[in-house]
């Protein structure tokens, strides 16, 4: 064989084998299915036929994706659009508003933009659907589980080995605490007081999910809100300096968050839970600013790209791997990336507690 026609050899084995590490290609995935609760940083379509503002149904959301626009708030792949590569699924987790028969029994994405932990938030975006109406909407997933599978206990033992991620509370600040036009959460609540009321209602939402058969939780931190160009454009002088007091309002429900991991983890219970350091992750892509453009969105109106998000057929930024932010609120499909595998295969101790996505589904 002649020196070129190695190198073609060689270099299709390298990529079948990329591919199957992230497409799963001819391997079960490690676990069964993937269940997912969220808002717009991983909603895939739910929104799409939903009386609201918080869509991104058009162009150029989608713009590096393969299908086009979805639905998702990026210009290609969500987290959990990653995350089940890695886990070995073969395809995308179907959006609750289209999974029918058999494709439930791979999981289910049951997230909504604009959606938080509070039935309240994000209201005046219009329609969304909450975090405990993800919950219901999991709950009849499970009855169709059991019909699929012929009975509870089939189905009970199927559940238990499947991955929930939840990543909820972002808009629990950004479209509730910090909107003073709208809420009074602000004036009624210290950080620490909203925050402790945020964690009560998370954690009756987790007691139902772990009613309903989940055993492996992946519980996400919110991301370093205050660094987002929405929030560079209207309340940092200069477009750099992060927001603190929001920031700081984070960071308070982060600690509770992975308090809680340890909570539930210490009840004796056959349930495991994880908690992702989105924060850190976040703060050491930004930490960055040589590598990546982290102070604008790639698409957007007005200061910092960030005042008004990404409109339909925008021209958006034509370097977009370089960008950490696609529009005034959510990661491009690179940061997406880094998040996403820092989230699996934790690259720092601090990436994941106790353990990564990874080790939890050979649990």
């Known amino acids: 064989m002649d020196l070129r026609k190695w190198w073609v050899v060689m270099v299709l084995l390298v990529l079948i084998n990329i591919q199957n590490y992230y497409y799963g290609a001819k391997a079960a995935p490690q676990v069964p299915c993937y269940f997912i609760f969220g808002d717009s940083l991983v909603d895939n379509g739910n929104n799409n036929q939903l009386s609201s503002l918080a869509r991104a149904n058009y162009l150029p959301y989608g713009i590096d994706f393969p299908n086009g626009p979805t639905g998702r708030f990026s210009n290609g792949k969500t987290t959990v659009d990653v995350i089940a590569q890695l886990l070995g699924f073969d395809g995308y ?48 997933t499970v009855q169709q589980v059991v019909n699929l ?24 600040y950004l479209n509730n605490y910090f909107q003073p036009l709208y809420y009074s959460t602000g004036r009624q609540y210290t950080p620490e007081q909203y925050a402790d009321l945020l964690i009560q209602q998370y954690t009756q939402q987790l007691q139902a999910l772990y009613n309903y058969g989940a055993r492996k939780f992946v519980l996400i931190g919110v991301g370093q809100i205050g660094c987002s160009p929405n929030q560079l454009a209207q309340n940092s002088p200069d477009g750099r300096t992060c927001v603190k007091r929001v920031n700081d309002a984070n960071v308070i429900f982060n600690n509770k968050l992975r308090g809680l991991v340890d909570q539930f983890n210490n009840n004796d219970s056959d349930a495991k ?3 992702i350091n989105a924060y850190g992750i976040f703060q050491d892509i930004t930490a960055n600013p040589a590598r990546y453009v982290t102070n604008t969105g790639c698409c957007g109106v007005g ?57 939890l589904a050979q649990l």
């Not at 987790?93 to 994405?109: H, K």
């Open 93 to 140: 987790i179907p959006p609750y508003s289209a999974a029918r028969g058999q494709d439930i029994l791979r999981g289910v994405n049951y997230a909504s933009a604009a959606a938080g932990i509070r039935e309240e938030t994000g209201r005046q975006l219009g329609d969304r659907i909450s975090f405990s109406g993800q919950v219901k909407n999991y709950q009849n």
């Open 273 to 275: 839970f994880i908690y």
């Open 303 to 359: 200061r910092n790209n960030g005042q008004i998000t990404c409109l339909p057929l925008q021209n958006p930024c034509p370097n977009r791997r370089e960008y950490v932010f696609w529009d005034a609120f959510h990661p491009t499909e690179a940061a997406n990336t880094i998040i996403a595998t820092r989230s699996y295969s934790a690259q720092s101790p601090s990436d994941a507690y106790p353990i990564d996505i990874r080790r």
């Open 149 to 172: 599978l012929g009975n509870q206990d089939q189905a009970a033992n199927y559940l238990s080995r499947c991955i929930y991620s939840i990543g909820l509370g972002s808009n629990d």
